[in-house]
């Protein structure tokens, strides 16, 4: 079956940097584009970032580009989010995402709180 995991949130100050990864099991993972998501408390889930199934070609959310970096390793069947910079307003639970055959596959999420 699909599996996303998420590991790599935490806690971090104002101007930090964290990177998160998601490990995929259960489809061919060099075949699909990979997404992760945010969704902080209170608020809808919003995109951050995508990124093709080769990792040609990323696009971010307005409020993270320049910041954000998202990259795969196809050998590892793993998709990264570097996190540079990062604001308070970053605090939210991250998720990796992706979508077969019409359905959408989520990880349980990984909790980035920046607070100093």
């Known amino acids: 079956q699909v599996q996303l995991v998420e590991s790599g949130g935490g806690l971090v100050q104002p101007g930090g940097s964290l990177r998160l990864s998601c490990a995929a099991s259960g489809f061919t993972f060099s075949r699909f584009p990979m997404i992760w998501y945010r969704q902080a408390p209170g608020k809808d889930r919003d995109v951050v970032a995508t990124?093709?199934?080769?990792?040609?070609?990323?696009n971010y959310g307005d409020s993270v580009k320049g910041r954000f970096t998202i990259s795969r390793d196809n050998a590892k069947n793993t998709v990264y989010l570097q996190m540079h910079s990062l604001k308070v307003e970053d605090t939210a639970v991250y998720y990796c995402n992706v979508r077969l055959n019409s359905r959408h596959y989520w990880g349980q999420g990984a909790q980035v709180t920046v607070s100093s």
């Open positions: 990124i093709t199934s080769d990792g040609a070609s990323t």
